[in-house]
DNA sequence: ACAGTGATTTTGACTACTCAAAAATACAAG
DNA sequence: CTTGTATTTTTGAGTAGTCAAAATCACTGT
C-alpha cells in the first residue's frame, strides 16, 4: 500500500508550510495547511488526524501538524522527485522554468525509483532546481542552507542569487527579464523601510527597485566566495549552481 | 472536469479488447473487460453504464461495450500518450523495451499536451512505439495496419516483425534473444498444426521453435517490400520502422 | 421444451476524499 | 472576567470507485 497522491501533497505541504514559520514556530496551524492544498479546513483536520494515526505526523489539536521522522522521509522523497523532474524538464526537455512546476506537481507522484534514478543520473546528481530549490538525497536526507533575502541581507553588497520562492509563472519572468535567477549577480543599492521597497543593481547596471513582498521571495548568497564563483561579468542565463 | 484515470483506462481496455476480438464481433464482453482492468465483473458494469451516460461507450446489456466516435478519440489521446511515453523512455531515457510498460501506465495519464507534444517532437514524430504498436494521431487518429502473425503467415517466407503484442517482460525478453523485435527478419520454416508450433529461423541462421500462443503475439509484415526494407544482413538491435 | 452452466447485473456495503455549515475553542481587548 | 473574533473541529452529507455475494439472464445440450 503505497501512500495515495493525496498523502504525498499533504506530507509535501506540511514539510514546505514549517519551512515558511516564523523563527522558532515549529507547528504549522490547519488554516495554512488547508489553503495550501485548497481543500476546507475541515477536511484538513481529518486527513492529518488519518496522518497521525498512521505515525506520519504529529498532531496537536488547535495549536498545528509537523511531521515525524518516517513523515518528514516520506515528504523528502516527494520533494526530490518533483525537483528532479522540474530540472529535467528545462535541462533535456527544453522547457522554460515558469512552465515546469504543473507538470512536476502531477508527475511527481507517478514517477518510479527507476526513472527518477535515470534522471538524476543524467543530470549529474544535481544539488538544485531550477529555483535554486535543494533536491534532497536518495535516502530522504535534506540539507536545507539558510539564505538571506534582498530585504534582509546587507545594504551596499553584490550578492548571488540562490533561491527563488514563488513559483508564480508571472513572477518568474519578472524575476528573468531582471537577471534575477538563481547564480545571477545583484547589488542592493538601497532600502527604504518606508516605501517598503529596495533599489537594485542588475549585472547590465540598470537599477530597478523591488517592492517588499517580491524582495522576500529572493533569498540570496551574500557570502564573498559566492560572489567570487559566480558568473563574473554578462551574467545573462545563469543555471543553477552544482 | 477532465477524464479521470480509472475513465482513460477504461476507454484504453475497451479500444484494446476489441482490437483482440474475433472477426467480425465488435461488442467487448463485460467479462473480457473486468479481467483486463482488474476489477470485479460488477464494478465493470457499474462503470460502463456511467461511461455510456456520458456518450463516451456504447452499452447493450449482456452483450458487452464498444467505444463511440468521443470515447474513441479520447482513448486514441491516452494511447498516444502511452506509446510516446514508451518510445521516449526507450530512446532518450535508455531504459529497455521490457521495463517501460509499467512506468508508462502510469505517466499515460498525468503528461501534459505540452510536454507530450515536446516529445512527440524530440522522437520526429515517430509512427510506432518499441512493441511496434502505432501510435495515434495528435487529433485521435489511429491508422492501425492489418498484419499477419507467425501462426497464420505463408510457410517459408521470409517476414518482418512489427509489432509484438504483449506487454510481460519475461515474453519481451525472450522476444529479444532471439532476434524477433519489431523491425527483425525471420523465416518461418514450418508449421506443425498437430503439435501446435512453429519452426522458424533467425537473422543468426540458427532455428527455434515457438509454441501457438507465442507465435500468435508476433505480428509480421509479410510484404515483399517489407523484406526488402528491413535490415539486410545482421539485424541484432532492430529499432521500429520511422 | 427445459434444466444446467456460465456470464452478467443488481444489491448492499465499504474506503478515501471532499464540502458546507454548525459547534467548540483559543485568545486578545476591554 | 467577559465578550468578540478568528481559527479549528465536528457533523452530516456527497462523489468516485471498489468488492462480495445474490439474483438474473442467455445459451447449450438433450
Chains 1, 2 share one sequence.
Not at 488547508?34 to 497521525?52: E, F, R
Not at 543520473?121 to 539564505?147: A, V
Not at 549585472?203 to 517592492?211: I, Q
Amino acid at each position: 500500500m503505497p501512500p495515495s497522491s493525496t498523502v504525498e501533497n499533504y506530507l509535501k505541504e506540511v514539510y514546505l508550510g514549517v519551512g515558511r514559520l516564523p523563527a522558532g514556530a515549529t507547528l504549522l496551524p490547519m488554516g495554512q495547511l488547508a489553503s495550501a492544498l485548497g481543500v476546507a479546513p475541515g477536511t484538513a483536520t481529518t486527513m492529518v488526524k488519518a496522518l497521525a494515526e498512521s505515525g506520519l505526523v504529529d498532531y496537536e489539536p488547535y495549536n498545528g501538524v509537523r511531521l515525524t521522522a518516517a513523515g518528514t522521509r516520506l515528504a523528502a522523497t516527494v520533494l526530490r522527485r518533483h525537483r528532479l523532474v522540474e530540472l529535467f524538464l528545462v535541462q533535456v526537455m527544453g522547457m522554460r522554468w515558469d512552465e515546469v512546476h504543473d507538470d512536476a506537481e502531477h508527475l511527481e507522484h507517478v514517477v518510479s525509483d527507476r526513472l527518477i534514478d535515470r534522471i538524476d543520473e543524467m543530470l549529474g546528481h544535481p544539488e538544485t532546481d531550477p529555483h535554486g530549490d535543494p533536491i534532497p538525497g536518495k535516502e530522504g536526507t535534506i540539507r536545507e542552507r539558510h539564505f538571506e533575502t534582498l530585504l534582509t541581507c546587507p545594504v551596499g553588497t553584490r550578492v548571488v542569487v540562490a533561491r527563488v520562492s514563488d513559483q508564480d509563472p508571472v513572477f518568474l519572468r519578472f524575476v528573468e527579464r531582471h537577471g534575477l535567477k538563481p547564480g545571477q549577480v545583484v547589488s542592493v543599492e538601497a532600502r527604504d523601510e518606508v516605501a517598503d521597497a529596495v533599489q537594485l543593481r542588475g549585472a547590465d547596471d540598470a537599477t530597478f527597485t523591488l517592492g517588499a513582498r517580491a524582495a522576500s521571495k529572493l533569498l540570496v548568497d551574500v557570502t564573498p566566495e559566492a560572489a567570487a564563483a559566480a558568473t563574473p561579468s554578462s551574467a545573462r542565463d545563469a543555471a543553477p549552481r552544482r
